[in-house]
T-cell receptor, first 117, second 116 residues
Framework: AQKVTQAQTEISVVEKEDVTLDCVYE???????LFWYKQPPSGELVFLIR??????QNEISGRYSWNFQKSTSSFNFTITASQVVDSAVYFC??????????????FGTGTQLKVEL | DTEVTQTPKHLVMGMTNKKSLKCEQH?????MYWYKQKAKKPPELMFV???????INESVPSRFSPECPNSSLLNLHLHALQPEDSALYLC???????????????FGSGTQLSVL
């Protein structure tokens, strides 16, 4: 069975601080896909990044960066110079191929990030 | 058009009512999904449709009945719900993640359902 663990339930930082959200996953599949989604209070899940199991290259997109470590089954997300608009719940998710088609996403429990002035 | 549109945004219903949630996408995705999200919890998969056929039902009670009339539409029919079914219902669509590196799940903004 697949499992995603986000041990940090809630993180509070002051604006401009850097913050790292942790994600640890478990899977028996050799090919899998990892995602981060942001969920603001409005409820919509906003896609941030996808990472393939066979590509361990880290990625930076503006203030966001991701560190994928296959050896430790971790896919951590760092926000540099956080802003109030970054306040949201962040979900890490793992993809499973459903027999018969489709891709099931297994979500972690989420990390509530609060950025204060 | 890279949107998944869900209607209604809010729904209040009694336990004896019958209602339907609707979801639409025009991205040509052949897989569509229903997720249920309780407050302060992660989304949990309910159903997957692939090429308009139900490919998985995550042991969802029969008071939830999904329907995929065509490749762009997904419905969730609700009947005799319980108060504990109150939640945010999210629809999603995707192409197969294996086929292209940019493929991923696109989510609608959800229907906030309250069962009285």
């Amino acid at each position: 069975a697949q499992k995603v663990t986000q041990a940090q339930t809630e993180i509070s930082v002051v604006e401009k601080e850097d913050v790292t959200l942790d994600c640890v996953y478990e899977t028996r599949d050799t090919t899998y896909y990892l995602f981060w989604y942001k969920q603001p209070p409005s409820g919509e899940l906003v896609f941030l990044i996808r990472r393939n199991s066979f590509d361990e290259q880290n990625e930076i997109s503006g203030r966001y960066s991701w560190n994928f470590q296959k050896s430790t089954s971790s896919f951590n997300f760092t926000i540099t110079a956080s802003q109030v608009v970054d306040s949201a719940v962040y979900f890490c998710a793992l993809s499973d191929l459903v027999t018969g088609g489709g891709n099931k996403l297994t979500f972690g429990t989420g990390t509530q990030l609060k950025v204060e002035l | 058009d890279t949107e998944v549109t869900q209607t209604p945004k809010h729904l209040v219903m009694g336990m004896t009512n019958k209602k339907s949630l609707k979801c639409e996408q025009h991205m040509g995705h052949r897989a569509m999904y229903w997720y249920k999200q309780k407050a302060k919890k992660p989304p949990e998969l309910m159903f997957v449709y692939s090429y308009e056929k139900l490919s998985i039902n995550e042991s969802v009670p029969s008071r939830f009945s999904p329907e995929c009339p065509n490749s762009s539409l997904l419905n969730l029919h609700l009947h005799a719900l319980q108060p504990e079914d109150s939640a945010l219902y999210l629809c999603a669509s995707s192409q197969d993640f294996h086929r292209a590196p940019q493929n991923r799940g696109f989510f609608g903004s959800g229907t906030q359902l309250s069962v009285l």
